[in-house]
């Protein structure tokens, strides 16, 4: 645990939008595999239908007698994921009912709570953007070259676990937030927006940009889950790192760094 001095290191405006964030990233996932369990499979190209062969996944269930098996294929390999994915109480369901939002089978409840929160999420980026911009947390968010240099021997501490309490994040920490905040999420909303039929006709290059409706809606799922992969890390180093500690830094803004990082 760090022993020097308690400093200010997170500002209002960055607890604030943080905590939203993760509510509106919860209530998008969840509501996402509601979403996704109306239409079980994803494809590659502009149309999916019986006439296409570009499904690259698709997660459903067979009868066997009296029971259904799940079965996921993921290209052309076919697995059992009975217990897992495909079948949930007793019927045909991709994504368990604990895992989404509402837990029955609702495609309209999903998709209000959705959009609702995908709506929160972009205005409270927008604020977050603007409050960084002028109060200066922009900047330390983005890598300099010098971080670069020092990227290898952050990657070799952070594998010994040893972690460093400093004033300004490490290359790694930068590297991680700018890829969530400057690529994973406007990637979400740009093929979120792809999607929308209203869009298309309003920005019909959405289309042209992501190679069709189907392959946007490919992306937003494989995104999606790389946040949550970058969720359990986060949650990971924050209890290496010091759970008080870090906690107290997102609620307070306070963080006691090492010695001699004053």
């Not at 969840?30 to 698709?58: K, R, V």
Request: hydrophobic share 50%; with cysteine.
């Amino acid at each position: 645990m760090p022993q020097g001095p308690l400093i200010y290191r997170q500002r209002i405006w960055t607890r604030a939008t943080h905590w939203i964030w993760a509510i509106c990233l919860f209530f998008l996932m969840l509501t996402g595999l509601q979403i996704f369990n109306a239409f079980p499979s994803l494809h590659i190209g502009m149309e999916s239908g019986f006439d296409y062969d570009n499904a690259i996944l698709s997660i459903g269930a067979v009868q066997e007698g009296d029971a259904l098996r799940g079965v996921t294929r993921i290209g052309g390999m076919a697995f059992d994921t009975t217990g897992i994915l495909g079948v949930s109480n007793g019927e045909a369901r991709a994504f368990p009912s604990w895992a989404t939002i509402p837990s029955y089978t609702s495609l309209a409840t999903g998709r209000v709570i959705h959009f609702f929160f995908a709506w929160v999420l972009v205005g409270t980026l927008l604020v977050w953007l603007v409050a960084s911009a002028v109060n200066g947390h922009l900047r330390d968010l983005i890598p300099t070259w010098a971080d670069l240099k020092t990227l290898p021997r952050d990657v070799v501490d952070h594998a010994r676990l040893r972690i460093h309490h400093t004033r300004r994040y490490s290359v790694l920490q930068k590297l991680a937030y700018a890829g969530v905040l400057f690529v994973a999420l406007p990637l979400m909303i740009l093929t979120g927006l792809t999607m929308s039929p209203s869009m298309n006709a309003t920005f019909p290059w959405l289309l042209d940009v992501f190679g069709g409706r189907q392959t946007a809606r490919t992306i937003h799922f494989i995104v999606m889950w790389a946040l949550v992969a970058f969720f359990v890390v986060h949650m990971v180093m924050i209890l290496i790192a010091g759970a008080f500690n870090e906690m107290r830094s997102i609620i307070t803004g306070w963080y006691r760094v090492d010695k001699g990082e004053e």
